[in-house]
């Protein structure tokens, strides 16, 4: 069993539409969670970075960490074509220097 | 732009051969981190040199290896390649020695394909 799971989807929804994107993991160590957006043939971009639980929210994107379950999450309000990418859960323990990550939901979004 | 380089952007190659992968880090950034992303295993962390310094490694072959020179660039070298290293490898940095705690930015990667 892989320590991040990630549903690859793919995902596709109507412009405007709420996104919600799900993580799960099992190792109870991580303490930083982040969410990565990867557009087709580019590097992973740094979207969302969130410290221990609770939620966290930049415009229209909302992180919610919920260590108890282990599950995080990533909302999409108001959603953009702009917004069709791979987007990518990464968890880090204290003091780690990796980052493990999911498999990464690929997420359209049609006008 | 994350301000960290990569070079070549696309490599062919064959089974067998060797290659070598360059890296640049953001100005400012002593850490360097090496990730392989493959459709099967997603992204997996391969090493990390701080300041010179081998600091972490993952879930790298014996066949590859990579070091830090002074001016802070990274080589990543895969040698006797096989057709299932054929993957994305990406170069990040970071300006602390902890990937956990500091904001890693990553580069646009290097498209590898053994035949």
Redesign the interface.
């Known amino acids: 069993q892989k320590e991040v799971e990630q549903d690859p989807g793919p995902l596709s929804v109507p412009e405007g539409a709420i996104v919600s994107l799900n993580c799960t993991y099992s190792n109870s160590a991580f303490?930083?969670f982040m969410w990565?957006r990867q557009y087709s043939?580019?590097?992973?971009?740094?979207l969302m970075?969130t410290y221990s639980s609770g939620n966290k929210e930049d415009g229209r994107f909302t992180a919610q960490v919920d260590k108890s379950s282990k599950y995080i999450s990533l909302f999409i309000r108001d959603s953009q074509p702009s917004d069709s990418a791979t987007y990518?859960c990464?968890m880090?323990?204290?003091?780690?220097?990796?980052?493990?990550?999911?498999?990464?939901t690929r997420l359209t979004i049609n006008p | 732009d994350?301000g960290?380089t990569q070079t070549p952007k696309h490599l062919i190659t064959a089974t067998g051969q060797r290659v070598t992968l360059r890296c640049s880090p953001r100005s400012g950034d002593l850490?360097v981190?090496w990730y392989q992303q493959s459709l099967d295993q997603?992204?997996?962390?391969l090493i990390?040199y701080y300041n010179g310094e081998e600091?972490?490694k993952?879930n790298i072959l014996e066949r590859f290896s990579a070091q830090q020179f002074p001016d802070l660039h990274s080589e990543l070298n895969l040698s006797s390649l096989e057709l299932g290293d054929s993957a994305l490898y990406?170069c990040?940095s970071s300006v602390a020695?902890?990937?956990?705690?500091d904001?890693?930015?990553?580069?646009?990667?290097t498209?590898l394909t053994v035949l």
């Open positions: 303490q930083y990565y043939r580019k590097g992973p971009e740094l970075y990518l990464a880090s323990e204290q003091g780690a220097q990796k980052l493990v990550f999911g498999q990464g | 994350s960290v850490s981190y997603g992204l997996q962390f990390q600091r972490a993952g990406f990040a020695p902890s990937g956990g705690t904001t890693q930015y990553f580069g646009p990667g498209r």
